[in-house]
DNA sequence: GCCGTTTTCGGCCCGACTGTTTTCAGTCG
């Protein structure tokens, strides 16, 4: 049984506290090394319990430390360096740790002079007034950390909040700060606009004239529950007792600075603030400047900024530090995808489904809208329970959608059927009634918690099926709630390649499936191609697809390896291939 | 601890806010 990559990040994550003692600093550079590994494990499909030293040593950020302690974890279950650190400081003192206000400076000095290594032993100390004894220390800060302490919870690494609902809130706040005077421009920035998968904070930057009046304004929005700080340019709050909002407010001319700076990745910001200065430059969140004099050269757009950096526009979504700096470089990334280049939706539901909720004429209506030149209309198969359709409706479906096919000229309209592929990975109806479909999506909607090679089984037999066309949401995961199956990536990715099967990239921000390092490893391995799918239930939901454009973007797909940017006949022909084969 | 068109040592991004300081240390992002 080798370490999963998460607990491989767990268990840097714990070394990388525990160093923050031992060095008593919050930033060390053995620290940020860390911490850096942990990022490029992040980012990587590659199962790095699996890897030789030699092979860890190659990912950018791991060198010869790191790779041994990732062996050790992989073969031992622990850390060598950790357990003797467990010995010097208790494992409640991380707890401290994630006070927030308290680092591992005031950690230490806790221990030290009051012998406070938990929260408990914390909560007695400030009760009897013996903090503001210690250096540094004083009246305030004791009232402040015990503040703090009610606050732990929303600080803990289990409680990044799903991007579906951070995406609410975030818009929210968005809406209410757009009436506030002053304001001149809002955008959200931070791994929400990156489009990571949970989010820890949502970060909120505004451009105004006077920073003060908009901070008053956000501290006192509905929904905040607590004001963690607040400044004349900045403030955090945590809004409904569960996610941290941060406010950031700029002058409108350091719009693409600030956005820059404000959306990271850090590791991101770091790489490129050294690029500036290999240039005599300097770069912040105000501009883009020279060291010599103070010249701005650039600040208003993130655009700006990049082509003085000598790089194309990085799309936000690619900003983790992994490479995509160096591809900017030397023209290697590729164009990111706009919701324009799609020119169809290939999973759509109606209300024929138990859980569509608009018509057929109203999807179809949107569609046009949307300016669609095709679609496929894929409403549950049989197999599901309560929502799929027996093979009397869909031949119902079938002669709606032939009469109505006339009213929609401009759009080439496809019957098809959402498949369920089963734990065998059969699907629904029988290859003759099989036939009768125009396209077929085929789904794990059950059955998640099969083993690997079973997994994997089942979705190449669905996928060496001639009706499947696309494997929709293939992982099956939601975000924050299910994980995905678990499937031998590299088998399936060469088994669609081989049968032209295209794989879906759902826009749900509760699904985004497959995941972005998923999606670049298939970029680099293989052949396969994508489709980029709302699995739209209603009209309104057919917005979705900025999201699944953003995903495509974050796994470095470039558009001709999605199968509906393809013109019509183009497509028709491409998914001709497999029907016909 | 990592890294290398100033390579195997000597560097390593930048600024706001807070509380305790008479000029700064700690924390955070």
Known sequence: MTASNESVIAALRQLVAYTKLEDG???SFRTRAYEKAIDAIAATSDPVGDLSMAELKRMDGIGDSTARKIVEFSSNGSIGKVDRLKQRFPPTMLDLMRIPGLGPKTVLLLQEELDVIDVEGLTEAIEKQQLRSLPGLGAKSEEKIANSISLLGIHSDETRTPIAEAMDVAKRVMAELDGVKGVLRIEYAGSLRRLSETIGDIDILVTAEAGSPIVDAFIG????????????????????????????????????AALMYFTGSK????????????????????????IDTGTIVASNTEADIYHRLNLRWITPEVREDTGEIAASGDGTLPDPMHVSDLRGDLHVHTDWSGDGRSTLREMLDAAVVR??????????????????????????????????RCDYPSLALLHGAELNIGPDGSIDYDPEFLTLFDFGVASIHSHFGLPQNEQTDRLITAINNPAVTVVGHPSGRRIGTRPGVDFDADAVFGAAEETNTAL????????????ATLLRRAIETSGVMFAISTDAHHTSAYSNVQ???????????????VINTLDTDSFIEWIGKKRNS
Do not use: C
């Open 371 to 404: 300016q669609l030149e095709y679609i496929a209309i894929t409403d549950h198969a049989e197999d599901l329970a309560m929502n799929g359709l027996s093979r009397e409706r869909m031949l119902e479906q079938r002669d709606e959608i032939h009469e109505i």
């Open 25 to 27: 600093q919050s930033q």
């Open 221 to 256: 929005l509905p929904g905040v529950t607590a004001v963690l700080g607040s400044g004349g340019t900045k403030a955090s709050v945590v809004m409904d007792d569960r996610i941290q909002v941060d406010l950031r407010v700029v002058p409108d001319a350091a719009f693409g």
């Open 504 to 515: 879906e990239i759902n826009s749900h921000l509760h699904r985004l499936d497959l995941a």
């Open 547 to 561: 999201w699944g454009v953003a995903q495509a973007r974050k796994g470095w797909v470039p558009k001709e390896r």
């Open 267 to 290: 590791g991101h910001n770091i790489a490129l603030r050294q690029r500036a200065l290999d240039r005599g430059l300097t770069l912040n969140e105000y501009s883009l400047s020279e």
